[in-house]
């Protein structure tokens, strides 16, 4: 099966800019996530979907973060505007709930530098 | 607070030498245990859980609950095992993972 895409896989912007991920999971999958991994740290969780609904936000910075997951399949994520911590590797995953256990399939990621 | 620890950020071995990886973590329900690895240049991907109780690539990993720990073991390192190795808990039932800062693992020649 095909993997969960991502795209760009890089980015670079200057502080105050606006910036938008995309993540296409893998077809079938009703979960999706977004992580942030800073360097030197392990993935965060910023925003869980459930089809196109929200299960968990609570650790997303709703101010200048927001993501939606239209149709339930493909999912933007969008900073605006982007301040120089939000330099990272930002992982989309995406999970089949019918599975016996959660294994989460991960993208790329796309490296977002914030200068 | 549930909380993923694993204390090493890099740990050296030789080929051939046993591997010890270690996490402990905090959560006061009952949890599901996961190992991931990074390869260079790869997507991070599962290694094991714990509900399986299996042995991959080698690895093996055992819940002790009274230790809170899930270290991950595997008896001859080999060179290709050099990866960045993240310990991941879940809260049952929520297909939500915490992730621990994760240990680089260099196996040398």
């Known amino acids: 099966e095909a993997g969960v895409a991502q795209s760009p896989r890089y980015k670079i912007i200057e502080k105050r800019q606006s910036v938008a991920f995309w993540c296409n999971p893998i077809?079938?999958?009703?979960?999706l996530y977004w992580y942030q991994q800073i360097l030197g740290q392990g993935p965060k969780l910023l925003i869980q979907?459930?089809?196109?609904?929200?299960?968990?936000d609570s650790q997303l910075p709703k101010d200048r973060f927001s993501a939606e997951r239209l149709k339930g399949v493909d999912s933007t994520l969008k900073i605006q505007p982007a301040k120089l911590e939000d330099s990272a590797v930002y992982l989309c995953?995406?999970?089949?709930?019918?599975?016996?256990?959660?294994?989460?399939?991960f993208g790329p990621g796309t490296r977002l530098t914030v200068l | 607070a549930q909380r993923v620890t694993q204390p090493e950020k890099l740990l050296s071995v030789f080929k051939g030498a046993p591997v010890e990886l270690k996490c402990n973590y905090s959560?006061?329900?009952?949890?599901?245990l996961f190992w991931y690895v990074q390869y260079s240049r790869q997507r991070l991907q599962l290694l094991l859980r714990?509900?399986s109780r299996e042995s991959i690539k080698g690895f093996t990993a055992d819940l002790n609950k009274g230790e809170t720990s899930f270290h991950l073991k595997k008896p001859f390192a080999q060179e290709e095992d050099s990866a960045m190795y993240y310990c991941?808990?879940?809260?049952?039932?929520?297909?939500?993972?915490?992730f621990g800062t994760g240990t680089r693992l260099k196996v040398l020649a």
């Open positions: 077809s079938g999958h009703a979960t």
């Open positions: 995953a995406s999970a089949s709930t019918g599975a016996s256990y959660n294994e989460q399939f």
């Open positions: 979907f459930q089809n196109n609904g929200v299960v968990d």
């Open positions: 959560y006061s329900g009952s949890p599901e």
């Open positions: 991941a808990l879940s809260q049952a039932g929520t297909y939500k993972y915490i």
């Open positions: 714990h509900i």
